[in-house]
């Protein structure tokens, strides 16, 4: 049995190493990741969850243990992808600055013939940005390829003035959440 991680995240396989999973396997999913019309972000989250970790799961043994997340930022009723260039991930951060927004991740851990899916949310409140602390972090590169154009880990954790909930769950993987998940199916990482 492997624990494979569903995912190309640096971030993800840094927190389930930081975990001490041994051996860990990191198999990116090939899925589609067009968000689903008429699901509400959690919901969203859950279904790309699944689906990354069946797109994997279908590639590997029955014995091994697939984890999938997948984490969507909601603000104000839109969600916020991944920015496309740099004009958007500018108009995301001005949209968080000063106010809370929700982070959603889903995830999904397929092994033992079973699947379990679920998300978590998190609220993150940023204090006012200016307009040119906005251009400097985008200047970094950081926020291009982050949910919400922000990496909470960061260098965007100097615009974070609260975390109410999970705050792995801010950087894409709930550990709490997941570590439940993998004891449910036999697998204990403590």
């Not at 929700?102 to 397929?110: E, K, L």
């Not at 609260?162 to 990482?189: A, I």
């Amino acid at each position: 049995m492997s624990i494979i991680l569903a995912s190309a995240s640096s971030r993800r396989r840094e927190l389930l190493e930081m975990l001490g999973v041994k051996d860990l396997k990191v198999i990116p999913s090939r899925a589609d990741e067009t968000l689903p019309s008429g699901h509400s972000p959690k919901e969203a989250a859950c279904h790309l969850s699944l689906v990354k970790a069946r797109e994997v799961a279908a590639r590997c043994s029955p014995e091994d243990i697939i984890i999938a997340a997948d984490t969507i930022v909601e603000a104000e009723g839109r969600i916020l992808g991944k920015p496309v260039d740099e004009k958007q991930a500018a108009a995301m951060l001005r949209s968080l600055s000063g106010r809370s927004h929700r982070v959603f991740t889903g995830v999904t851990v397929i092994g033992g013939g079973r699947e379990l899916t679920c998300a978590e949310e998190t609220v993150v409140r940023f204090r006012p940005i200016t307009e040119s602390e906005i251009w400097a972090y985008i200047a970094t590169g950081e926020p291009m390829d982050k949910a919400g154009a922000y990496g909470a880990q960061g260098i965007a954790s100097l615009f974070v003035e609260g975390v109410h909930g999970d705050f792995f769950n801010v950087m894409g993987l709930p550990l709490c959440r997941l570590g439940k998940m993998l004891s449910e199916l036999g697998v204990d990482l403590i």
